[in-house]
Each structure stands twice: as structure tokens, then as C-alpha cells.
């Protein structure tokens, strides 16, 4: 049941209670000195009931009307009275629930002995009904109060957790255009030396020859400026390690784990294939995964020996870092949001990313990314 369909089944409920009481009321009249007061006490009660049902009257007309009218008449609508004073506890008016109460209880010392509050029947109920009406309001009214607080903080915990995993993605994004500039940004560099070198040899070239070259140079030239223009403003300097954002094509995962292991941290790697074999963005999230994979390691599994494999399959490249439980180091703070732009870069590859425990406490992170169709077997595109 939803939150909004609670609230209407709790107001068809208060209509219920309410016209409950105010038949009461009718009866009890009835009831007394054959029916002497029925007419202008079920009147009273029918005006009371009409104004605690309509919400925009509850506020300070109902309150006003109800001690008036018990008042008045005494014990028929007592029960009124404690809706009313029920009412005013739960919207935290505690005080003026009482001074209705006093007033009420007061002023029918006066009223006549047949309806009277004061008789040795009605006592007992004329004081405890109206303080357990308090006090009942006040708890109800504090409990509500706590819910919506603790599902505000809740919603606002979700949104909060929503823009973390987008500012993730985001980083990740940022980081993949960042890391693609400076691939492509050198190989157009190279491009566009070796045509500026063989142009400089113009004059032993035929003219059409020569002219393609001139055409490629130039066309590399801006392409390559159109790129820094492009991708450039998308670097984050704070999303990437320091001496890693210039080039971090050229480093491989293996140089990673040697860091890694002259730090301390035990690692077993294996690996199959060539890295030549895979394409350079593939290269790349090998670099991350395995990056990410044993900074979590050194984290949840501290002194645990964590295996790394990375295979370079003609058809895709295999990535899987498993360690065994270790001891969860207390000097780090983990924002968990690491592995949300690792799938967010292996999805953008057409691959797809797992992680979780591996049975006996240990835990798995694999990646398989599948080349595209037509790559060479030096990682380029035929």
C-alpha cells in the first residue's frame, strides 16, 4: 500500500469514527429523561462532527465548537471532544488540547445534572478519556513526524546515491575522451611527420603523388587541432593518478602490477596472447580494471595474494582479478563508485563487466570485451 492510499484509508477511517460518535451522542440523548435533549443535542453533535470531518475547519473552529458544546451538554458528546482533543495533540498543540480540556471540564460544573460530566458514573471516564486522548496524540503525532523525516533522509540518500553514480559515469566518461586524445592526438602526430617528411622529397615524387601528400598533411594537421579543441577541455586532472594522464596507453598492466608488487602487495599474473593483439581502448580498460581491482584488494583484502589474468584472445580480450578474504584496512575511505565507471567503459565496448564473491569469502572481478569485427592482429582496424 502506497503512501497516499494509506492517508485515504486513514481519513474514510476518521469519517467513520466520527459518525460513530455522533450516533452515540443521538442515542444517549434519547436515552435521558425520554428524550428531553435528543433534538438539540444530537444537533450539536451533528454540527461538531461536520466540523472535525472538514479539514480546513479543524483549526480553530472545531476545537472552539466541541468544548462549547460538551460544555454544554455534558457526557453525550464527550466523545467529540476527545477526537478533538486527539486531533490537537497530534498537530503539536498540546497546550491548547488542555486548556480545551479545562475549559470544557470546567464550564460544565454549570450544565445541567441529567448530561453532567460530574456524577459518580462518569468521573472516572470524564478525566482519564481526555488525557489518554492527549497523550495517545502526542505519541501518534511524534511517530508521524519521525517517519517522514526518516523517508525524506531515505529519498534524499537515493537522489544523493543517483548523482554520485552519474558523477561517476560522468568521470569515467571524461577520463576514456581524455585518454583517446592523447592516443589519437599522437598518431595523427605521426601522421602528420611522415607526410611532412616526405613532402620535404616533393621534387622526386610525381605531381599527383606529391599533392595527396600535401592534401594529407594538411588534413591530419587539422584534424588533429580540431581534436585538442574537442576533447581537450574534457581532461580531469583529480579523476586520474598523477604521472599516469599523459600517456596512459603506453603503460601496461603488467608495469601496474611490478608497482604494485615493489609496494608490498602480493600478486600472481598471468597472461596469454600479445597486447598488440587487442585494440587500443581495449588496452586501456585492461589498464583500469586491473588498476581499480588491486587498489580495492589493497583495501578489503589487505595482505591477501590476489591473482591477475588477462588473456588477448583473437576474439576479445579476458580480464579476471580474484583474491581471497584478507584483513579490511580502516585508514581508507571507499566511495564504491569505482566499479560503476569500469562497466560504464566496458559496456561502451560492447563487453561486459561481473563482480562479487567467488565462493569462500573471495572475491572476482572479470571483464570480457570482444573485438570489433575487421581488427588486425596488431589491434588496428583492416
Known amino acids: ?46 454540527l461538531c462532527g461536520a466540523s472535525l470531518v472538514v479539514p480546513r475547519w479543524r483549526w480553530p473552529f472545531a476545537p472552539l465548537l466541541v468544548t462549547a458544546a460538551t460544555a454544554w451538554w455534558g457526557w453525550p458528546l464527550l466523545p467529540l471532544l476527545v477526537v478533538a482533543l486527539f486531533d490537537l495533540a497530534v498537530d503539536r498543540r498540546a497546550r491548547a488540547a488542555l486548556v480545551c480540556a479545562v475549559a470544557a471540564l470546567g464550564a460544565n460544573l454549570l450544565s445541567y445534572p441529567a448530561t453532567a460530566l460530574w456524577t459518580a458514573q462518569t468521573y472516572a471516564s470524564t478525566l482519564l478519556l481526555p488525557l489518554l486522548a492527549v497523550v495517545l496524540g502526542l505519541w501518534l503525532g511524534s511517530r508521524r513526524r519521525l ?40 598518431r595523427l602526430s605521426l601522421i602528420a611527420l611522415h607526410t611532412g617528411v616526405l613532402s620535404t622529397k616533393s621534387d622526386t615524387l610525381p605531381e599527383q603523388v606529391a599533392e595527396r601528400l600535401r592534401l594529407l598533411r594538411a588534413t591530419s594537421v587539422e ?63 585492461v589498464y583500469r580494471i586491473v588498476q581499480e581491482a588491486l587498489t580495492n584488494a589493497r583495501k578489503h583484502a589487505d595482505g591477501a595474494e590476489v591473482t591477475v589474468h588477462i588473456g588477448y584472445r583473437p576474439m576479445a580480450t579476458l580480464v579476471e582479478v580474484t583474491n581471497p578474504p584478507g584483513t579490511p584496512r580502516t585508514d581508507t575511505v571507499s566511495s564504491g563508485y569505482g566499479l560503476v565507471g569500469l562497466r560504464e567503459r566496458v559496456t561502451a565496448l560492447g563487453g561486459h563487466l561481473s563482480a562479487g564473491p567467488a565462493g569462500a569469502g573471495a572475491w572476482r572481478l572479470a571483464a570480457r570485451i570482444p573485438h570489433p569485427a575487421g581488427t588486425g592482429q596488431d589491434g588496428t582496424l583492416t
Open 223 to 285: 584534424a588533429l587541432t580540431d581534436l585538442r579543441d574537442v576533447l581537450g577541455a574534457l581532461r580531469v586532472p583529480d579523476a586520474v593518478e598523477p604521472g599516469s594522464a599523459l600517456a596512459p596507453a603506453m603503460r601496461d598492466a603488467r608495469e601496474l602490477v611490478e608497482e604494485a608488487r615493489a609496494a608490498g602487495q602480493h600478486i600472481e599474473l598471468t597472461s596469454d596472447g600479445l597486447p598488440e593483439q587487442a585494440p587500443t581502448t581495449h588496452r586501456l580498460a
Open 147 to 186: 517517519v517522514e523525516a526518516l523517508a525524506s533522509d531515505v529519498e534524499h540518500l537515493r537522489i544523493e546515491s543517483k548523482l554520485r553514480e552519474e558523477a561517476a559515469r560522468a568521470a569515467e566518461r571524461s577520463r576514456i575522451a581524455a585518454e583517446m586524445h592523447d592516443v589519437l592526438a599522437h
Open 1 to 46: 500500500m502506497s503512501r497516499r492510499e494509506g492517508q485515504r484509508w486513514a481519513a474514510y477511517g476518521r469519517v467513520v469514527l466520527v459518525a460513530l460518535c455522533v450516533l452515540a451522542a443521538a442515542l444517549n440523548a434519547a436515552s435521558i429523561d425520554g428524550g428531553r435533549y435528543q433534538i438539540p443535542v444530537t444537533g450539536a453533535a451533528l
